[in-house]
């Protein structure tokens, strides 16, 4: 059983659409983040929201918290190429054991 | 520039042959992780360190062991690699603000022949 659920796993655009990204769990964390992975690399964290119904934005990424601090999205505008890349969303139920949602796997064609 | 090194980038090593995998840090924090992660998966959660205090995930198999000398390295040891650990290791360090936001090395990609 996975702590963090993501959907969709596998999602392949078009340049210029918009895309939203689910990360769900059954259990409350006092915070999640969403890390970036290009192949190859290791993750790079893109944002921690703490708050619930915490909205932040990062150029053309919007996530939000939910109000109940289970779940969380990842919104993108107009998505572009440079997009293209491994999405994981991230919490620990603990004090550091940090786990790592399913994943979504998101290709931008130009 | 402040980082996470894992050396060495790529690894070839033969069935059941231990190998050992090198992870050091000069962002002095005090938690480290190790990750697995195969193709096409997410990261999965091996062990972490708080400061010396080691904590195994349950679902880790006792071929896995892990060393911290010191704040700065981490060690994952696997004794008898078979087919089934070819996989890109991942260490990651985190301060202990609450967060556990985890600043990533750019991984060891383990091939076992």
């Known amino acids: 059983t996975q702590l963090l659920e993501q959907s969709p796993q596998f999602l392949s655009i078009q340049e210029g659409e918009n895309l939203t990204v689910y990360c769900n769990s059954s259990s409350v964390f006092s915070s999640l983040q969403w890390y970036r992975q290009e192949p190859g690399e290791g993750p790079v964290l893109l944002v921690t929201?703490?708050?619930?119904?915490e909205v932040k934005k990062l150029k053309r990424l919007t996530f939000q918290f939910g109000d109940a601090r289970k779940d969380s999205s990842l919104h993108i505008t107009a998505a572009q190429p440079g997009d293209t890349g491994l999405y994981l969303c991230?919490?620990?139920?603990?004090?550091?054991?940090?786990?790592f949602g399913t994943g979504t796997r998101l290709t931008v064609i130009p | 520039d402040a980082m996470v090194i894992q050396n060495p980038r790529y690894q070839v090593t033969q069935f059941g042959k231990p190998v050992t995998l090198s992870c050091s840090q000069t962002?002095?924090?005090?938690?480290m992780y190790w990750y697995q992660q195969k193709s096409s998966q997410a990261p999965k959660l091996l062990f972490h360190?708080?400061?010396?205090?080691?904590?195994n995930e349950a679902d880790t198999p006792d071929n896995f062991q892990s060393r911290r000398p010191n704040t700065s390295f981490c060690f994952l040891d696997i004794r008898s690699p078979g087919l089934g650990d070819a996989a890109m290791y991942l260490c990651?360090?985190?301060?202990?603000?609450?967060?556990?936001?985890?600043?990533f090395g750019q991984g060891t990609r383990l091939t076992v022949v």
């Open positions: 991230a919490g620990a139920p603990g004090a550091n054991n940090l786990f």
């Open positions: 990651a360090t985190s301060r202990d603000n609450g967060r556990a936001e985890a600043f």
């Open positions: 360190y708080y400061d010396k205090d080691f904590n």
């Open positions: 929201v703490v708050t619930g119904g």
């Open positions: 962002l002095n924090h005090n938690v």
